[in-house]
């Protein structure tokens, strides 16, 4: 994996360089790989088995004047794909790596592709992401400032959405199962984990039970 990740880093720097990393939030498995390599986790190995970069667009409408990110991205040496069906934007980088912006859906969401006018391009809407703008930690690594959910939010958020992972739910519960672990090692870490599920709904409270009852899994 060494060099996709410095693809990885490369990739930072120019979004960091443009401007965009901050109207943005990475997650996936390389929010991961910034808890490891950040320190912010004690102990913790990332479970980093992807080439696909996700990031979770913020505000749609910002920032409000403008920023190409087609032009930008190809000027470095990205391949821009359009879904012939959808219209949402993804980039690519050979075949060693993929890049694509999302955007929360919105009230019931709806069937099309989100425009994002901030960024010129359309993206894909996903649900359940609230937990992870709303729960956010800022975290310097090689000097770059890159804006990640905190532990916590990632963990409960990539429960809630496991039985709608289909082929990667496998993959994405051992990295729950490690999170978890590392998490309830740390006495505040994991009080940090209670009062997040506290606040949780409760229909997002029963989903986390159901899916700990099924795998033998303790949250407290």
Known sequence: MNGIKKIFWET?????????????????????????????????????????????IRNI?????????????????????????????????????????????????????????????????????????DNIDVIEVMDIKIIVPNPQAYLLQKIIINNQ??????????GIENLLENIKSSDLEFQKLKDLFNVLTKKQKKIISKFLNGNLLELF
């Not at 120019?14 to 004690?42: D, F, R, T």
């Not at 694509?100 to 019931?108: T, W």
């Not at 992972?165 to 051992?174: F, I, Q, V």
Request: aromatic letters at 10%; hydrophobic letters at 35%; a negative charge.
């Open 12 to 56: 930072i720097k120019i979004l960091e360089s443009n401007k965009i990393l901050e109207h943005v939030v990475l997650i996936g498995s390389w929010a991961e790989y910034i808890y490891e390599k950040s320190g912010c986790l004690k102990n913790f190995e990332a479970n980093l088995k992807t080439r696909d970069i996700d990031f979770l």
């Open 165 to 174: 992972r289909k082929s990667k739910a496998e993959k994405d519960y051992l």
């Open 61 to 133: 409408n910002k920032p409000r004047e403008g920023i190409n990110i087609v032009d930008i991205l190809e000027k470095e040496g990205f391949e821009t794909s359009i879904d012939y069906m959808s219209g949402i934007y993804k980039f690519y980088r050979g075949k060693d790596l993929e890049l694509e912006f999302l955007v929360r859906e919105i009230g019931r969401g709806q069937s099309e592709p989100y425009e994002v006018p901030s960024f010129g391009i359309k993206a894909e809407g996903l649900r359940n992401t609230d937990i992870l703008i």
